[in-house]
């Protein structure tokens, strides 16, 4: 009998041991246990990754609207924009025309004036004249009556 025979032996009885002892099944529980662990960890990691997609989506969808939001308050302010700037532009030439008009008036208005006290100024000298000259050329009295008959005769020309 030589040590071969023995280990041989030795290896058989420890198979028995590990069988009687149910060493195989305890080691293919926890086999079995470690796998249905792992299964479950790639059960739920594989949901977390759906759920942060969802998330991502949900994110990557919110930031469209409030990119197309954003634009169409942009378009709006620019409209809104315009159309001050175009009511400014009617407003102001609106004035400039009101302006315009007013001074034109004043315009006019100082030219009647003025046209109004030359010709006054141009009857005050043409009957002083008109007065001196006859004055000198008439005796006193009946120069006189002629100032003022002429005078009145002026006067109710005027009115």
């Not at 009885?13 to 009687?20: C, D, E, G, K, T």
């Not at 469209?64 to 159309?83: F, H, I, P, S, W």
């Amino acid at each position: 009998m030589d040590a071969t025979f023995w280990a041989l032996v030795a290896l058989i009885l420890f198979l028995a041991i590990l069988a009687y002892m149910k060493v195989p099944a305890m080691v293919n529980g926890a086999l079995d246990q470690r796998a249905d662990r792992i299964r479950n960890e790639l059960e739920e990691a594989r949901k977390l990754r759906e759920e942060a997609q969802q998330l991502l989506a949900e994110y990557q969808r919110k930031r469209r609207e409030a990119e197309e939001e954003a634009k169409d308050l942009v378009a709006a302010a620019k409209r809104e924009a315009k159309a001050i700037v175009s009511d400014a532009k009617v407003k102001t030439e609106e004035y400039v025309m009101r302006r315009t008009a007013l001074a034109e008036q004043k315009i006019a208005q100082a030219e009647s004036d003025a046209i109004a006290e030359v010709r006054a100024r141009a009857v005050d000298v043409a009957v002083a004249a008109a007065g001196k000259l006859i004055a000198d050329k008439v005796d006193a009295k009946t120069g006189s009556k002629l100032f003022d008959a002429s005078l009145e005769e002026v006067k109710t020309k005027l009115n």
